[in-house]
């Protein structure tokens, strides 16, 4: 709307330059500023020129009211539309404020732990004994620890939470098994961590050797975003809460100074006189709210890992545990990933920008057709005087084209043309450049003289 209004000015501006250099005749005419006989060439160019700079010049021609009564409603529409362009802005910043801030829902996710063995028994067929370890022969289990999300029983294909893979939901996995190490060189303790390049996968498998059962331990220590710590003791008991964000943490600890009324409020503002318990717990009596960040960590400590007891049978080919273990897990909202598609959507701002184009053409030739319709009925009323005026505005207008500084032929005619404001002006520059000519010959002279007589 702003760049409708300059580009309005801008043609005012240039109309107003074209009618000074005219001549007042032609200000009283205002379709005279036309510079060619057929005004069409001039409407096909402005429109090119209007699409090529894209311009939003699309506002109705003054007065054209008086003669098209309908133009008023598009007026109307023009500020209608200036509200609806306000209110759209307005819910567009709402949307981005909310897809800027995490949103997440609980889900649940399902563990399942489960074990084959192969080789255990010596009298099984060759054929079954392949596991990739060289010898077919040598006992082994694999343990396999999988698992997927659940879905709500509410849920529906619109907000359905797109698929992700098991691992992605952890930060590490760690497994421990139970068993004689100098029997088994190999490790005890299987350990994976995800890294920005791993990729996700829907489980793990862990291969090794042996024929005996085997206690083990897995550890797995949620990836959560962001990242979430158990406090300490003391510092969960004076905020009541065990397991939070550091940014919670410092706003739990904030209203507490507040509620305490801990701020200094005498000296400096930015300064906390601890009470006993703060004092015991970040052992100083007194602390800058810029080190509160600090402070705190101290008492910050990475939450425990969800830890699940399993014993890896050998006895038979496959074992699964009795039980399926579910987490609590915290996933982005769908409604978010809608949200997304629908703020980076523009193709709908690519038809508005269509429109606009197509509003700025007409607008542009109903202004020419309205140029056209004045100078007509202009020449209609009075021929001779109107074609009298249109012929010396092009001829002023030729000279300011042309660069020429020639007075009109036709103005030295008439002898208004001397009776004018400038004349007393221009005669006093006249004379004082005639008598500066004159000074000048009359030094030149002299000197020449003087010259002469010392020769």
Request: proline content about 5%; overall charge positive; some cysteine.
């Amino acid at each position: 709307m702003q760049t409708s209004q300059r580009i309005t000015m801008a043609t005012a501006n240039q109309q107003h330059l074209i009618q000074q250099h005219a001549g007042p005749s032609a200000a009283t005419q205002g379709p005279m500023i036309i510079r060619k006989r057929n005004p069409e060439p001039m409407l096909n160019s402005g429109m090119q020129q209007a699409k090529k700079k894209r311009a939003l010049d699309r506002n109705i021609p003054e007065k054209l009211d008086t003669l098209v009564p309908e133009s008023l409603l598009y007026t109307e529409l023009q500020n209608f539309e200036k509200r609806l362009d306000a209110t759209i802005m307005r819910k567009r910043l709402e949307v981005q404020e909310t897809i800027n801030k995490p949103m997440k829902i609980k889900r649940t996710l399902r563990v399942f732990i489960s074990n084959t063995a192969v080789n255990q028994n010596p009298q099984r067929d060759s054929e079954s004994n392949d596991i990739g370890f060289g010898d077919t022969n040598v006992p082994a289990w694999i343990l396999k620890i999988e698992g997927r999300l659940l879905d709500p029983s509410n849920s529906s294909k619109t907000n359905k939470i797109p698929s992700r893979k098991f691992s992605t939901f952890f930060i590490s996995i760690i497994v421990d098994l139970d068993r004689d190490p100098e029997m088994y060189p190999d490790g005890n303790t299987i350990e994976w961590n995800k890294t920005n390049n791993t990729e996700g996968v829907d489980g793990f498998e862990i291969k090794r050797k042996g024929d005996t059962n085997v206690k083990c331990k897995i550890f797995l220590n949620l990836d959560k975003q962001p990242p979430r710590y158990k406090l300490s003791e003391d510092l969960a008991s004076l905020l009541g809460i065990k397991e939070e964000t550091k940014t919670g943490v410092i706003l739990a600890l904030w209203q507490y100074i507040k509620h305490h009324n801990l701020q200094d409020n005498i000296e400096d503002k930015r300064f906390i006189n601890n009470d006993t318990r703060l004092e015991s717990l970040f052992n100083c009596p007194r602390m800058a709210f810029p080190q509160i960040p600090e402070l705190i960590n101290m008492h910050l400590q990475p939450i425990d890992p969800i830890t699940i007891d399993y014993t890896i049978r050998v006895d038979k080919e496959f074992h699964q545990s009795r039980y399926a273990y579910d987490i609590e897990v915290e996933v982005d909202d769908p409604n978010k990933l809608r949200l997304l598609s629908v703020f980076n959507n523009n193709a709908s701002q690519r038809e508005v920008q269509n429109l606009d184009d197509k509003i700025v053409q007409c607008v542009q030739s109903i202004n020419n057709s309205k140029t056209k319709r004045d100078f007509l009925l202009n020449f209609a009323k009075s021929p001779v005087e109107f074609i009298n005026k249109w012929v010396a505005s092009q001829s002023r207008d030729l000279e300011v084209i042309l660069g020429e500084s020639h007075v009109n032929l036709e103005e030295q005619r008439r002898s208004e043309f001397y009776k004018q404001s400038w004349v007393n002006e221009a005669v006093f520059h006249y004379a004082t450049a005639q008598t500066q000519r004159k000074m000048h010959e009359l030094l030149g002279s002299s000197s020449n003289i003087r010259n002469d007589q010392r020769r």
